[in-house]
């Protein structure tokens, strides 16, 4: 059974530092990974989107990082905004879980001016 | 392009009752998840429609229910309402699978 994982939960930095934000997943069998943005009481905003042959995705300040072997990605934002105060969340769709969305538990990021 | 609409955006309903919630993907895509948020279970994925045939159900039990429209449109409904229903309910669209999904902002039900 597929499960992934977002360590931490919660993490505060100040204006400008870079922010890295991690997701592991236990079957390395996936078709893709994707990493989302939730506010508050909102639904999610796809960001980025890494196709199982693929290592990484940039768009903007983001980037995301995929290493299946390890179970491992790493999504990178430069030069934090108090914008990106919010929760990331990563989930993967993989043929093992019928190919629907399993999500982690998230990772509620706040940017202090 | 419109993005994904969910009606309504609240609901308080009481135990034992019934709703149904609606949810209009992007124009072109044919596939449409739902899921439901909860602080305790986070994003859990109840059940996937495509062309209007059900193609992927969660562990879920049978009072969740999902209905696809030749239009794309779908609903989803709850019959005999528990307390522990009380969700962020999430609709999500996509042209189909292993694709980028777009999601709504989500029909909050309380159940009282």
């Known amino acids: 059974k597929q499960e992934v994982t977002q360590i931490p939960a919660a993490l505060s930095v100040p204006e400008g530092e870079n922010l890295v934000l991690n997701c592991s997943f236990t079957?390395?069998?996936?078709?893709?990974l994707q990493w989302f943005r939730q506010d508050p009481g909102k639904g999610l905003t796809s960001l980025l989107l890494i196709q199982s042959s693929q290592r990484e995705q940039t768009s903007g300040r983001l980037n995301a990082s995929l290493d299946k072997s390890s179970g491992r990605s790493t999504l990178y934002i430069a030069a934090s905004q108090p914008g990106d105060s919010a929760t990331y969340l990563c989930?993967?769709?993989?043929?093992?879980?019928?190919?629907?969305?399993?999500f982690g538990g998230g990772t509620r990021v706040l940017v202090k001016p | 392009k419109a993005g994904v609409t969910q009606t309504p955006r609240y609901l308080i309903k009481t135990r034992g009752q019934q709703v149904t919630l609606s949810c209009s993907p992007i124009s072109g895509h044919r596939s449409v998840s739902w899921y439901q948020q909860t602080p305790g279970q986070g994003l859990q994925f109840l059940f996937e429609?495509?062309?209007?045939?059900?193609?992927n159900k969660g562990n879920f039990p049978g009072r969740f229910s999902g209905r696809q429209f030749s239009n794309s449109r779908s609903e989803m409904n709850v019959s005999t309402l528990e307390l522990g229903d009380s969700a962020l309910y999430l609709c999500?669209?996509?042209?189909?699978?292993?694709?980028?999904?777009?999601f709504g902002s989500g029909t909050q039900l309380s159940v009282l």
């Open positions: 429609y495509f062309s209007e045939t059900q193609r």
């Open positions: 999500a669209s996509s042209p189909d699978r292993v694709e980028k999904l777009f």
């Open positions: 079957d390395s069998a996936i078709y893709n």
């Open positions: 989930a993967v769709e993989a043929p093992a879980a019928g190919n629907k969305l399993t």
